[in-house]
T-cell receptor, first 114, second 115 residues
Framework: DTAVSQTPKYLVTQMGNDKSIKCEQNLGHDTMYWYKQDSKKFLKIMFSYNNKELIINETVPNRFSPKSPDKAHLNLHINSLELGDSAVYFC?????????????FGPGTRLLVL | GENVEQHPSTLSVQEGDSAVIKCTYSDSASNYFPWYKQELGKRPQLIIDIRSNVGEKKDQRIAVTLNKTAKHFSLHITETQPEDSAVYFCAASIRSGGGADGLTFGKGTHLIIQP
């Protein structure tokens, strides 16, 4: 009955590798997001995506790319991983396209780059 | 873009007392202000939110106030309990031309309830 799920929960990898994190929501929501939470607990939006448009935070390196096979999924691909990519990555979703919709977060993926 | 400032970064109160966390935002176009609670190792969970056409909202021991003129909103927790201990984040909606919007978060307040 999980609303927003992510896999894997933990990811440990070497610098320079390419990895993916998967996100699925079963709420029937139209919009999905990726957030990064760094070691100081600061939460920052990376992407927002609906079935029509991807909005990218301009501070996100182009090594990060979201991919959505369908409305219920928004996966995050990361190329050439760097030490600074170590963080917790949260997927979230909301009902529609408007700004006043509640966002529901997934459990997070803890990424450690060695 | 939007900037959200949150204070204090750490707040310690005695069990049963009230706690207040304050946030300011920069973008006058923001119209949605949620508060999230994050326990250690867990996901952020919405505890209350307020929209720009409302000045105050209450849900049992939790209340939020919004002053759009001053671009200021606050979280109030009364009769605090040990289970209220967590990190609390305020956020403001980001408006984008494409219609898919995200949230700008404050840096969080670590609330500690002393028994």
């Amino acid at each position: 009955d999980t609303a927003v799920s992510q896999t894997p929960k933990y990811l440990v990898t070497q610098m320079g590798n390419d990895k993916s994190i998967k996100c699925e929501q079963n709420l029937g929501h139209d919009t999905m997001y990726w957030y990064k939470q760094d070691s100081k607990k600061f939460l920052k939006i990376m992407f927002s995506y609906n079935n029509k448009e991807l909005i990218i935070n301009e501070t996100v390196p182009n090594r990060f790319s979201p991919k959505s096979p369908d409305k219920a999924h928004l996966n995050l691909h990361i190329n050439s991983l760097e030490l600074g990519d170590s963080a917790v990555y949260f997927c979230a979703s909301s009902q529609g396209l408007r700004t006043q919709e509640t966002q529901y977060f997934g459990p997070g993926t803890r990424l450690l780059v060695l | 873009g939007e900037n959200v400032e949150q204070h204090p970064s750490t707040l310690s109160v005695q069990e049963g007392d009230s706690a207040v966390i304050k946030c300011t935002y920069s973008d006058s176009a923001s119209n949605y202000f949620p508060w999230y609670k994050q326990e250690l190792g867990k996901r952020p969970q919405l505890i209350i939110d307020i929209r720009s056409n409302v000045g105050e909202k209450k849900d049992q021991r939790i209340a939020v106030t919004l002053n759009k003129t001053a671009k200021h909103f606050s979280l109030h927790i009364t009769e605090t309990q040990p289970e209220d201990s967590a990190v609390y984040f305020c956020a403001a909606s980001i408006r984008s031309g494409g219609g898919a919007d995200g949230l700008t978060f404050g840096k969080g307040t670590h609330l500690i309830i002393q028994p």
